[in-house]
């Protein structure tokens, strides 16, 4: 291609002045599965599509395409598939509750002795959870982790009607009454305090229904489903429950000639036992009451002090061991994409000495957010399935940190995977804010100081560090002027020489290509070379570029930062997991305490953020919890006062939450919290039937 004449009159084709080539465009990224070269593909549902469905249509979408493609050898290879942990989590709630059936059934045999009223319970169930189904149904949810976790916790509740009037039916029964008489007292006599009950239920979980946020999110779907289930278990135990015993109830003496009568008579003296010791306890009990009333002061007082002494510690979502987890590598700004290839192969190599680890995927030149940064890589682990490896995913991962941090002058970061299905990041998210840069980079500096000092944090990042080294041109532009060029002049110039110009395009065939024009890459390697760059003046005459312009080396910030339309830079901590979040930040507190930059403003994002919250949003919703129970018994009991006979207990059963806690290494998070709104509901009604069979024997 002719591209130019010279002064003699000669033609200056393209290739006198430039290389030629039909070559590749320039590794930008490089993506690898278990070490073997490949494309790296993301598949991303809509936000209103269902993972798990999305999943089964894209891996038939894999087979079609490998099938189709057989003779080029076309095979995909998943490496991270985020709906195989909710099909996982999804049947271990499954069984969970065909257990919590069983076990119910064999409660009821031990203490009614008769396989009659146990199959008249077990009936009770489903018939409520066809009901809950087609709420569902109807609003629209699906069979997710939690709505399967609510029908599961929920098999307890759903029985506690149809226990309670079956054991009245069964004492009239004992009176020698016949079915139909005993079915019918049984079932008037106990009615209000079923209804009690189910309200107490009700009225405890309708607040989490209720909760803004992402709380809220997660336990909405939750909620409503027991709400629901709770209803229909007091229909079906006014309507069903009676009807089957009316018919097959009958009372059954346990007889030695069996072994479900030995064993029916066995527990019998075991629980004899058992109720003269709890009179006896119960009689000294009501004997000194300033005694036992002092007690449980004192323990309610202690058990609120574990958490305030750290003994009980606090995050947001307990860890789940998902078998996944990121490894995110970072060598020092400027490096080239090869150089950072070439030490993710050497994780690469520490990583799959692991006996542990299944599968790897490699993307090299790709940082946070899938954006690319040729001097960072992020490797997506999976681990064999649980059963087949002794360690948890948490170890595996440490181990992995601690060998690799060996590698000179590289960071290594892990992200475990949460409960959602994505990259937890880093646990520890701080911001800070402010309009001055000196400010902000001192309140870092503090920030940044104090976390390292912070028990458990074994690394810290801002988003200030070294940013990447760079050519900076400082153009004179009264030097510029005086020779007629304009900065868009110099600008386009150095683009096209630089960064490569590719607006042209060849076609061949039904294909295109884009042309790239550029500077060899040894011509543009060098500042000095740079330096050299000649500029064609107006009238013809050739300048360099350092006639006009300083060439100097520098670094540039690798992002900029702002929040409410504040400059900002962020710090993120890592820690070795063995200390909950909640926890960690105390510690950080009391090294920091308020310490900062003037006009600067700090804050949490992440986790730490969720937690407070989502434990805020929580506590409205126990309170609101505690009201609702005790307006239920203001109504049931004509009275204001009468009701803390029963709200008395909800505090002294949060002693037994609060110590267990501890004893058992857990922290509070919105699982354990939500089980303590639970517990408000169980407690109150164990209360409201020994109150309301109190009152009956009063009245006898």
Known sequence: LIVARSRQGGEVKLADVAEVEDGIQEYKSISRINGRNSVGMN???????????????????????????????????????????????????????LMAILLVAAVMFLFLHDIRNSI?????????????????????????????????LVIGILVDDSIVVLENIHHHLENGENSFGAAVKGRNEIGFAALSITL?????????????????????????????????????????????????????????TTLAGRLSLWFEKAFGRMTERYIRILQYSLGNSGKVLLGMTLLLIASFLLPALGLIGSEFMKQSDQGQFIVKLEVPPGSTLENTNVVTRQVEAIIGSFPEVKKVFTSVGVGSEGINAVNKSELMV???DRKQRTRSTGDIANDIKKR???????????????????????????????????????????????????????????????????TRIDVDRQKM????????????????????????MFREGQSEYPIRVALDKFDRSNPDDIARLPFTTPMGRQVELQQFAEIVQASGPTKL????????????????????????????SKIEGDRKAGGTTVGFEGQEKDRADSFGQLGLALLASILFVYFIMVGLYDSFIYPFVVMFAVPLAVIGALIMLALTGNALSIFSILGIIMMI????KNAILLVDRTNDNRER
């Open 561 to 588: 930062e702002r929040k409410n339309r504040n400059a900002s830079l962020s710090i993120h901590a890592y820690t070795d997991n063995t200390m909950p979040i909640g926890t960690v930040v105390q510690e950080y």
């Open 481 to 504: 002027s005086t020779f007629g060029l304009t900065v868009y002049d110099v600008g386009s110039t150095l683009r096209v020489a630089l960064t490569g110009d590719d607006e042209s």
């Open 200 to 256: 107490v239920d009700v009225v405890v979980f309708v607040p989490l229904s209720l909760v803004a946020g992402l709380v809220g999110d997660i336990m909405r779907e939750f909620a409503i489903v027991i709400v629901i289930s709770t209803l229909m278990s007091l229909f079906v135990s006014f309507t069903l429950t009676p009807m089957l015993a009316s018919r097959f109830s009958k009372v059954q003496h346990a007889a030695d």
């Open 382 to 384: 999976t681990l064999v």
């Open 43 to 97: 598949v991303l549902k809509q936000s209103d599509a269902n993972a798990v469905e999305v999943s089964k249509v894209v891996r038939a979408e894999i087979q079609q395409l490998e099938s189709q493609y057989h003779r080029a050898g076309l095979k995909f290879e998943i490496a991270s598939d985020g709906s195989e942990f909710t099909i996982e989590a999804a049947n271990a709630v499954k069984e969970d509750l």
């Open 120 to 152: 008249i319970v077990l009936i009770s169930i489903p018939a409520s959870l066809i009901a809950s189904v087609l709420a569902m149904w109807a609003f629209d949810f699906s069979l997710n982790l939690m709505t399967l976790l609510a029908l599961s």
């Open 404 to 470: 690799t941090r060996l590698i000179p002058g590289t960071k290594v970061y892990i992200d475990e995977i949460s409960i959602t299905g994505q990259a937890g990041g880093a646990p520890i998210w701080m911001f800070v804010t402010g309009s001055n840069p000196d400010s902000l980079e001192a309140t870092g500096r503090m920030i940044t100081d104090a976390l390292r000092k912070t028990p458990t944090v074994i690394e810290v990042n801002t988003s200030t560090e070294m940013g990447n080294p760079e």
């Open 681 to 684: 509901g169980l407690v109150t």
